[in-house]
């Protein structure tokens, strides 16, 4: 008579034969109780995926944590432009205070560095003296220019610093405070700078006082003898409000 056959499985779930006197014999090896090898594999392969996907996720995850830091504003402001004495090549350059305004586009890369666009329009009446003359020539002064910003955060206010390059036009304007018809338009090429304090009043709205500096090469109108030779510093302090969007 044959020795009795005992199947029973053991903790891994392997079933096995157990002779009397013998040492068990396994019959199979598959995989994890009741976890077929097919389920195993797409179980894997899913995990697989959705690491692959959020690798994939990572940087337009930081590029768009990124543009919620940046920020766009616009501003209009007050201006007066206030040039110096200046004396050059015997001639005399006296100019009166011009009140205007400044629009400026501001773009944020970062919450402390920024890009900034520029355009400024005022009236003047230049005063020139020399040893033959002495003339008046009443002119619009634009500004078109470019600037870093650099912003400093504290609470509610926000001192910053900038400065850039600029193209500064004067052009005459026939009127009866232009004493010569022969003044042409002067287009030339300088630079400013600038530090101010912005006060938020909202998430949307700030109130921004500043001093610009702006150094550039006083005008001569194509008149070879108003030409001082002589580049000048214009003091131009700004008050105005920003809209943060």
Do not use: W
Not at 12 to 21: F, N, S
Not at 36 to 54: E, H, I, N, Y
Not at 175 to 187: G, H, L
């Amino acid at each position: 008579m044959k020795d009795e056959l005992l199947s029973k499985p053991d903790s891994a779930g392997t079933i096995t034969q157990v002779d009397r006197g013998e040492l068990p014999v396994a019959t199979k090896l598959t995989c994890p109780r009741g976890v077929a090898p097919v389920v195993a594999g797409q179980r894997f392969t899913r995990r697989m995926k959705k690491s692959l996907l959020l690798f994939l996720l990572l940087p337009l995850t930081a590029v768009a944590g990124f543009a919620q830091e940046s920020r766009m504003d616009a501003s209009v402001s007050g201006t007066a432009v206030i040039p110096p004495f200046v004396v050059g090549n015997a001639v005399q350059l006296h100019a009166t205070t011009g009140f205007g305004f400044l629009g400026s586009y501001r773009y944020l890369l970062t919450p402390h560095s920024g890009l900034e666009l520029n355009y400024q329009y005022a009236q003047q009446v230049q005063h020139y003296i020399n040893p033959t003359n002495n003339i008046l020539i009443h002119n619009r002064f634009q500004e078109i220019s470019g600037a870093y910003v650099y912003n400093f955060v504290y609470k509610n206010f926000n001192p910053f610093l900038e400065g850039g390059p600029g193209g500064y036009i004067f052009t005459p304007i026939r009127d009866y405070k232009t004493q010569t018809q022969s003044a042409s338009q002067n287009t030339n090429i300088g630079a400013f700078y600038g530090g101010g304090i912005a006060y938020e009043l909202s998430p949307s709205f700030d109130i921004r006082i500043e001093y610009r500096g702006i150094v550039v090469k006083a005008p001569s109108f194509g008149q070879t003898n108003l030409g001082t030779g002589r580049y000048y510093n214009i003091s131009d302090p700004v008050i105005g409000v920003a809209y943060h969007f």
